[in-house]
């Protein structure tokens, strides 16, 4: 993980690598931001022309290197695109921030120390470019060759060229300043539990099938002091968790439920996080076609969420309950897999009559919700990469929000934009229930193609208990990013909905939410 400090020194005089400033596409070229002065100086008060010759405008996630002048300490000034310039009395906004700080440190891999001198006139700037700065600099390294033949998980994990940014060294703020502290140490715990949750979707799903999920939960728990419970195969046929065990019967690896809380003395309210945990995802009988199965250690991103939301909750010392709830199966073929046709009973009673076993993480996410609500939660909110259908209505980097509450679905979505993780309230409408009638079954778990987003969700309220406020987040789109890396987002594993479900924990504790 990336170390953090907090320092007083300024660009001029900082002791690393290089220092980075930030540049915005102002009305007449390129604008210097805030933080830059002194880099701006021992330039000759000519750093935006220089910068200019050189090609740079200040677009967003630009970088642009050059030599430092005489006068700097640091060797090399990056300067990173900020976007279009503020007004007159405004800052500039924490996502651009934070993107800005991720480019970054991408762009300083292999880089022992950089100074970043953004602009942190408060200590909500600097816990959006610490943030940036910590996640940019994310790598999954764990099974790269060391260029010798050998595996990664030899000696040598990776070479110096490809290590990740070693220190960030946030400069121009106040380290003995309560608030400035408060919020490097939030950015330090949240930034290594979104990078936990990253790892756990990048690693191949030969290295975590559900046992192995469960040892990775049983583990933060002794680490962090939190309650775990395990039910296994055994356990879950006992007390007849059907979806769970359906989807995961055609595997060689079980199914497990985790159970893993984090509890305060002085919490007087409890929510409960769900999330699908499908380590690999084939589609089971219903074969997804090919070029689709390539991604898919990728479908257990809703379980990596929960369980790096709880951790950071226990980290912070949150004044709140949190209950994590981890639905682990993996979906594979075989003579004993669930077929088109069967019929499951779940966890609640209810039957399901099984028409597509690619549509198998609502399944899993029945018996863990109906499990959730018998501990009468203040909320409920399950996050999955739920369906294809959410990704060709919100694209790539937006997920969607349902929930049987309106004011409680406006409350995460506004949650979720304050924290710069890209959503949007979706409907739920009653008559597309009607299709997930079954002749033979309580319901079926597939309705109408068309909004078939919104009909996974109906398909999920059917599972709330009676009276709780719920929420369902399908991050399909943004969870695993396959493109080129941009701002703080990697290539791979993004942890998105983290900081969505642990800003809504915060809230919670505060009372904010009612």
């Known amino acids: 993980m990336t170390a953090l400090t907090l320092s007083t020194s300024s660009a001029a005089t900082v002791r690393a690598d290089a220092v980075v400033v930030g540049v915005a596409k102002g009305a007449k070229g390129v604008v210097v931001a805030p933080g830059a002065e002194a880099v701006d100086k021992a330039f000759g008060g000519k750093l935006a022309a220089v910068l200019e010759t050189l090609g740079a405008s200040g677009a967003e996630g630009e970088v642009t290197k050059l030599p430092a002048a005489d006068g700097l300490k640091a060797p090399v000034v990056l300067a990173v695109g900020l976007g279009e310039a503020p007004g007159k009395d405004d800052g500039y906004d924490n996502e651009a921030l934070r993107r800005a700080a991720g480019s970054a440190a991408r762009a300083l891999t292999g880089s022992k120390k950089a100074g970043f001198a953004l602009p942190v006139e408060d200590a909500e700037a600097a816990a959006a470019v610490s943030e940036g700065a910590l996640l940019g600099a994310y790598s999954y390294i764990a099974h790269r060759g060391n260029g010798n033949g050998q595996n990664a998980k030899g000696a040598k994990k990776n070479d110096a060229k490809s290590a990740p940014l070693a220190e960030v060294a946030l400069l121009g703020t106040k380290p003995r300043d309560k608030e400035f502290k408060a919020a490097a140490e939030r950015s330090q715990a949240l930034a290594a539990e979104i990078n936990r949750a990253r790892d756990l979707i990048n690693m191949p799903p030969n290295d975590l099938d559900p046992k192995a999920f469960a040892a990775e939960a049983q583990a933060a728990a002794k680490e962090f002091g939190l309650k775990v419970e395990v039910l296994d195969e055994k356990a879950l046929k006992k007390g007849g968790y059907g979806g769970l065990l359906g989807v995961g019967q055609g595997a060689a690896t079980p199914p497990r439920l985790v159970r893993i809380a984090h509890t305060h003395a002085k919490a007087t309210k409890t929510l409960a996080l769900v999330g699908k945990g499908i380590t690999y995802d084939s589609g089971g009988i219903s074969l997804k076609p090919a070029g689709h199965n390539e991604t898919m250690k990728c479908d257990m991103s809703g379980a990596a969420a929960v369980f790096a939301a709880v951790v950071t909750a226990a980290r912070l010392g949150l004044e709140v309950n949190v209950t994590g709830w981890l639905a682990l199966a993996e979906n594979m073929p075989s003579g004993s897999a669930t077929r088109p046709g069967d019929v499951l009973t779940m966890y609640s009673g209810k039957t399901v009559e099984v028409l597509n076993t690619d549509a198998e ?28 259908a959410m990704v060709l209505a919100l694209g790539n980097r937006t997920f969607g929000i349902m929930a049987n509450d309106d004011a409680f679905r406006t409350s995460v979505h506004e949650i979720a934009e304050e924290v710069g993780e890209q959503s949007w309230p979706m409907p739920m409408p009653s008559e597309l229930r009607k299709g997930m009638d079954s002749p033979v079954a309580d319901i079926a778990n597939m309705g109408e193609r068309m909004g078939g987003g919104l009909v996974a969700g109906l398909f999920l309220k059917e599972f709330i208990g009676e009276g709780i406020t719920w929420a369902h987040l399908d991050i399909a789109g943004p969870a695993f990013h396959e493109g080129a890396p941009w701002g703080y987002t990697p290539k791979g594993g993004t942890g998105s909905a983290v900081r969505t479900l642990v800003r809504l924990a915060e809230r919670t504790a505060a009372g904010d939410l009612g």
């Open 361 to 388: 993480g609502r399944l899993v996410l029945a018996d863990a919700l109906t499990r959730a609500s018998e501990e009468t939660p203040d909320a409920i909110v399950d996050v999955a990469t739920l369906t294809g």
